[in-house]
């Protein structure tokens, strides 16, 4: 049998919105190679399995990229079982691409199982619906950090028309508002800050493009966290604080 390894999505950190086929790769798995953002809960599924930790987030103790890649390597090598377990989506903001590429390159064979990214389920679980129809052709998700510590252009991303979920974007509010606002978005755009998506402590913060520095300071907003941009928050703020879920009154709020 070929060396493979499973790069697989952990999901945003609730335990029960891991894949079914991730929990079957976590049970076969002899070596799991676990992220920070990893809920360490759903290493249940890996009761025998050898648990290593390769956290490596922004300014904190992090493990190279290539020591990573050797360790996988030579676990699969030996035959065993690989689970590299990331959170969300592998390859959203994830580095799955670059690690599936390096094994392959190498001559293992790689399965990648989706996860469910943490921009997309915080919008969830905050009851924004992301495409919301009469409001938001799109989403766009980008990361407000580069490799390279380049700015993006945030202008050019004002004028989609999409709502934007950024990752990473906690330390940068002050360059993406303004950005935004230079690129012609409206400093009344609705704003939501999601920190821990999905977990009991999950908190959110409803703000503006202009104020949301101010007020993700006052409310001591953390990594990690997720901002999602767009008219498709203040919609959905309308609809839970009117008539209420369970209700039609999304479809009321829109005239549909
Ligand atoms: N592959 C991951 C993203 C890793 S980049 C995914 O698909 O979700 C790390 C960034 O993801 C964090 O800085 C933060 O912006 C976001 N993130 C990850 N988990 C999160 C969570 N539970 N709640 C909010 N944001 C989260």
């Known amino acids: 049998m070929n060396a493979k390894v499973w790069l697989v999505g952990a999901g945003p950190g609730d335990p029960e919105l891991l894949t079914l086929k991730a929990v079957r790769a976590l049970h076969s798995a002899d070596i799991v190679m676990i992220d920070d953002l990893v809920n360490p809960a759903v290493l249940e599924h890996s009761p025998t399995a050898r648990v290593i930790r390769v956290g490596k987030r922004g300014g904190c103790r992090s493990t190279p990229q290539a020591f990573i890649h050797r360790l996988m390597l030579r676990y699969a090598r030996q035959g065993k079982c690989v689970v590299r377990l990331k959170g969300g989506d592998p390859c959203i903001f994830g580095r799955g691409g670059e690690e599936a590429q390096w094994l392959k390159e190498h001559g293992i064979e790689v399965e990648l199982v989706n996860g469910i990214t943490a921009g997309l389920a915080g919008a969830t679980q905050c009851d924004i619906s992301l495409t919301l129809r009469g409001i938001s052709r799109g989403v766009t998700l980008i990361t407000a ?58 908190r959110e913060c409803r703000s503006t493009l202009c104020d949301m520095q101010r007020d993700a300071l006052s409310f001591g907003l953390k990594s990690p966290a997720v901002l999602v941009i767009g008219e498709v928050v203040g919609a959905v703020e309308h609809c839970a604080t009117g008539a209420g879920r369970g209700t039609d009154a999304p479809l009321r709020a829109l005239g549909g």
């Open 145 to 202: 950090h580069t490799q390279d510590d380049s700015s993006l252009n945030w202008s050019a991303l004002a004028q989609t028309g999409t709502t934007l979920v950024v990752y990473m974007g906690v330390a940068r509010l002050d360059e993406i508002c303004a950005g935004l606002l230079a690129g012609g978005m409206s400093a009344g755009m609705p704003v939501a800050m999601i920190e821990n998506a999905s977990l009991p402590h999950q």
